[in-house]
């Protein structure tokens, strides 16, 4: 049996309406429908809360379902995909701002390259979380609402974190110590923050 009729079967079964189910696993009653009318495929957290709620175990859930178990199986890919991108992004920066650091006390031409050049890392950093958050958001056309889990939210949070960090260092010094905007370094970390603002709020369908 395909997870959707399983979904309704048993929900109907409990005697709850989709607006309660709705309330549980925190999605709209519309997402609870799509479900249950197979337009859409519940993300793996929504199913772990699903099998909480019904009483039943993932793996009946999951049971003679194939699309489903290879979009459980892409899930957990991308989460581990995911989690790589904040320990290699997360490293980068530390290593970026240590060096940053020790240029203030060394000064000379080192701290000029090191000012000029952290501006580009935190945009390279500010593009892998854009591209990370558009291949997934390719990746989960069918879900409702892009969650992706806590680690694409943690994923979120530390992209605005940083693209915020990012824009106080797209600022250069010039004659008289006043201070304007590098262009091209502004609009490519500005890019990635708008992004990782959106991939916050945006619901997909």
């Not at 399983?6 to 189910?21: F, H, M, N």
């Not at 031409?109 to 580009?120: D, H, Q, T, V």
């Not at 994923?155 to 590098?182: H, N, R, T």
Request: charge should be positive; include cysteine; aromatic fraction near 8%.
């Amino acid at each position: 049996m395909e997870i959707e009729k399983k979904l309704k079967i048993t929900r109907e079964a409990k005697g709850l309406t989709q607006e309660q189910v709705a309330m549980e696993v925190m999605v709209s009653r519309q997402t609870i429908s799509n479900w249950e009318n197979g337009r859409s495929l519940p993300d793996i957290i929504s199913i772990i809360k699903l099998s909480e709620l019904y009483n039943i175990s993932i793996d009946e859930l999951l049971k003679d379902d194939r699309k489903m178990q290879e979009k459980v199986e892409k899930d957990a890919n991308i989460a581990k995909t995911n989690k790589t991108v904040i320990l290699i992004t997360g490293a980068i920066t530390l290593v970026a701002l240590a060096i940053y650091v020790v240029s203030i006390f060394v000064g000379g031409g080192f701290k000029y390259f090191c000012e000029n050049a952290i501006r580009w890392v935190l945009a390279g950093i500010s593009i892998a979380f854009a591209v990370t958050y558009f291949a997934n958001k390719s990746s989960h056309r069918k879900n409702v609402f892009l969650k992706g889990g806590l680690i694409m939210k943690k994923l979120q949070i530390m992209a605005i974190l940083l693209l915020l960090l990012g824009i106080w260092f797209c600022y250069v010094e010039i004659g008289g110590g006043s201070k304007i905007p590098d262009l091209a370094s502004l609009i490519s970390v500005v890019s990635g923050m708008i992004c990782g603002i959106i991939s916050l709020f945006v619901k997909e369908k």
